[in-house]
């Protein structure tokens, strides 16, 4: 091959030592000859360059080469865009790949996504030393490996207060915001069964105007698939495998369920007599039931898996379509979104779930400080199922068993086969028969949630009438959706197995029956409480940013999944109540910013239960809730839709976080302990600090507050000025500072508070605070 070259200023490359080719012209002629492998270079510099620079451009042309075998999938964000034509934004991505291949055509080859509409990247198949001469480029922001993100009703919207039948001269938050009419969210998840009752668009009037999305036809999904209510469709597989794609729609249709799921929790109409087998009956609907439907297809498969790259695309069309709020039902540990602050700068608010790797600290997802992070939690509704043994003593456990066709009223032999592992069932005649699974031990080593589908599976394979589990967590009822047949399975704890085992081992003969489960809702089940599977912080990706932001129901969640409807469970279930709260916030104060809403809502959410009793959080054991379990507290949508006071945000303010996200400053700790979020988080607490604040009133313009501190122990806080006052006419703005000072220099772990601003009538406007104290800056406990 004989390479010629001339350095070029539209190119960008980079040479060692933070040498750059600007201002060399490059001109790439390539000719393949067969009889040698030489590589003749010539350089043509302008007269303002030196040698050194042009032959640092050289050597690094010179060692690149077209796509490869070894190439794989890159995402390379480069910033806001610098065009408004999306068409010149894709010109400026085959010249940047242009001079790294030295053939536009090959430069084309590699990109398998370009984001051209709401910021400047693309996603291109690239060889490890390709990516590093990107990554050098002055404007290139970044280069990361392509990485796969996981996916993450009839009672939950009533048990939140949010209540469609009230009447409108009460003016709760949904007839406030007019039940979300005209709305536009986008759910960026596995797509959409449009034929599901809850997604009716009978009622609704002409789609928004300012909508510029499409419809995006394909396998089972055409023009007629989008109405008045799902008013616009894309799917986006271009960087999925044969494997993954296999046996998928390709198309917006969903196959897992997942999106479809999410998608009515947050704005399905109501529709009525919804059960699961009885069980859960009422109405189902989402929680902003009048707003529409944007559907981004980036999941796939049975299990919902999607690449990095596709969730890009799928942001980018999703800013330029005109979404006023996206909801993202998915993430993955050490991976962090960060192209969604230019959602964020266009106004769209951003929710994401937490991620499901609780009660474990350190696991929650979805940590940068311009998005409301949710964690999961339960609702007031269980369902009770009798258990009789033969000696006629009556138990009690929970189960979805409900259908008639799956009666085993009668006495089945009861039999123990410990923790149901294959040599255990294999040593026992379990057929016809009810299987008591109880190794607490195995319990230990192998969290419920992951024991409970193997062992379902196992217990119906042999041919098993009955299963009865123990387990600690009882936040698992979704996955005895997975009992089919005439199998019933019904979920105990180990006092109720012990009961049982005793009995066993006494008679000789055991039985038992199973009777039908119940609904059971209201004030007699003790929630709300934080799920056990609910991602934890502090973040292990920024521990000054405290996350996760707030919890809402995510806990047998029932809603559509292809034409009927089903429970699921998770903080992706969670995340869907949040962005309906978000949309119905900015239906009713639409000159309200992502920031002011997020503040809405973590400064009126609850730390206390329909009893005035602190929440509690499910664990190994269970525990007061903490600001590392649900943020702020718990939802509360009525009181965020009048809350006094509001810490706002510019969003370009967001922008130097990035640059510290890279260690490209030197007052990074600073700059974001003051950003003005409704929460504080202070990892590393030695003397003394003093972090700032402003608060904005929302509320009545002539309004007084005072501040109360529960301070973290062993922590003084001291707030400057302690009250503020706003006049007519006078600044709606006022900043405080907040001083921490550490009572004992210790390496200690992290202790909890909160600073609340309230007028003594109607708001009290409360952050959540975490101090940990260090001496040495390389010695950490995060317990």
């Known amino acids: ?210 909508w510029k999305g499409t419809c995006q036809a394909g396998q089972q999904f055409d023009a007629t698939s989008c109405n008045r209510k799902i008013i616009g469709a894309r799917w986006f597989s271009d960087d999925m495998s044969d494997e993954e794609l296999k046996a998928e729609y390709m198309s917006p249709r969903d196959l897992s369920g997942h999106g479809t799921h999410v998608a009515s929790t947050i704005a ?73 602050l230019h959602a964020v700068e266009r106004g769209i608010s951003v929710v994401f779930s937490a991620g499901n790797g609780g009660p474990v ?20 509704r269980t369902f009770p ?12 456990g929970q189960s979805l068993h409900n259908n008639a066709s799956m009666n085993i009223s009668d006495f089945k032999a009861l039999v123990y086969t410990r923790s149901c592992s294959m040599q255990s069932l294999a040593s026992s005649n379990i057929t016809g028969k009810i299987v008591l699974c109880y190794a607490p031990a195995e319990a230990a080593i192998t969290p419920p949630r992951l024991a409970l589908p193997i062992v379902i599976n ?39 197995a012990h009961t049982i085992l005793t009995y066993l081992d006494k008679t000789k003969n055991p039985v038992m029956k199973v009777s039908r489960a119940m609904s059971v809702i209201g004030n007699q089940v003790l929630s709300p409480m934080v799920a056990s599977f609910s991602s934890r912080g502090p973040s292990a990706a920024f521990p000054r940013i405290l996350k996760p932001d707030v ?43 992502p920031a002011m809403i997020k503040s809405a809502i973590i400064t009126t959410a609850s730390v206390i239960d329909h009893f005035g009793v602190l929440i509690q959080a499910e664990g190994v054991p269970r525990k007061l809730a903490d600001p590392f379990d649900f943020g702020g507290g718990h939802i509360d949508p009525d009181k965020a839709v009048d809350p006094g006071l509001v810490y706002d945000m510019n969003a370009r303010d967001y922008n130097k976080f990035l640059n510290c996200t890279d260690e490209l400053l030197d007052n990074c700790k600073s700059y974001i302990s003051n950003l003005n979020l409704p929460s504080i988080a202070m990892p590393d607490l030695k003397d003394n600090i003093t972090v700032r604040r402003t608060v904005m009133n929302v509320g009545p313009v002539e ?33 405080f500072t907040v001083m921490f000072t550490s009572r004992k220099r210790v390496q200690g772990g992290y202790t909890i508070g909160s600073l609340t601003w309230s007028d003594e009538n109607t708001h009290s406007v409360r952050i959540p605070i975490a101090v940990q104290t260090v001496v040495q800056d390389f010695v950490r406990d995060t317990s």
């Open 1 to 210: 091959m004989v390479v010629f070259l001339t350095c070029s200023s539209m190119y960008c490359l980079s040479a060692p030592h933070g040498w750059t080719c600007m201002g060399l012209y490059l001109y790439i002629h390539m000719r393949e000859q067969k009889d040698t492998h030489l590589t003749n270079i010539t350089l043509v510099p302008k007269p303002d360059m030196d040698m050194r620079r042009a032959f640092a451009c050289t050597m690094l042309l010179a060692a690149m080469s077209p796509l490869s075998a070894s190439s794989k999938l890159y995402i390379v964000y480069m910033g806001g865009k610098k065009h408004d034509d999306p068409s010149m934004v894709t010109e400026s991505h085959h010249d940047v790949l242009t001079s790294v291949f030295g053939s536009k055509d090959e430069a084309m080859k590699s990109i398998v996504y370009s984001y051209r509409h709401g910021f400047s990247g693309f996603a291109a198949m690239l060889t490890e030393s390709q990516a590093a001469t990107l990554a050098k480029c002055s404007d290139v922001v970044s280069v990361r490996p392509n990485i796969y993100h996981e996916a993450h009703t009839t009672r939950s919207w009533d048990f939140l207060g949010l209540d469609y039948d009230q009447p409108r001269e009460d003016s709760g938050l949904l007839q406030k915001a007019k039940y979300g009419e005209d709305v536009i969210i986008g759910v960026i998840d596995s797509g959409i069964w449009p034929e599901s009752r809850s997604f009716d668009d009978s009622g609704y009037g002409p789609v928004p105007a300012r």
């Open 268 to 340: 399905g109409g109501q529709v009525s007599n919804v059960s699961y087998g009885g069980l859960a009956a009422g109405v189902a609907r989402g929680g902003a039931p009048r707003a529409r439907l944007a559907i981004y297809k980036v999941l796939w498969g049975p299990r919902g898996s999607g690449s990095h790259a596709g969730v890009l695309a799928a942001l980018d069309h999703a800013i330029d379509d005109g979404v006023d709020v996206l909801s993202l039902s998915l993430g993955q540990a050490g991976s962090e979104l960060f192209e969604t």
């Open 361 to 380: 600290p350190q696991t929650a997802w979805n940590a940068v400080p311009w998005v409301t992070t949710v964690a999961a939690s339960t609702i007031d």
């Open 385 to 396: 199922t009798l258990i009789s043994l033969g000696n006629k003593q009556m138990l009690m």
């Open 458 to 496: 196992r217990t119906m394979e042999a041919g098993a009438k009955g299963l009865i589990f123990a387990q600690y967590d009882a936040n698992i009822l979704d996955i005895l959706t997975m009992c089919k047949g005439n199998m019933a399975c019904v979920v105990v704890d180990f006092e109720i």
């Open 551 to 593: 919890a809402a129901p995510g806990v047998s969640i029932l809603a559509a999944k292809g034409n009927t409807y089903v429970f699921m469970s998770g903080t992706s279930m969670a995340c869907p109540h949040v962005s309906a709260v978000v949309a119905l916030l900015k239906s009713a104060h639409p000159d309200w910013s």
């Open 703 to 735: 309004a007084t507050y005072r501040v109360t501190v529960e301070a973290p122990t062993g922590v003084i806080v001291t707030v400057e000025p302690s009250m503020i006052s706003f006049t007519r006419g006078g600044s709606k703005s006022m900043m």
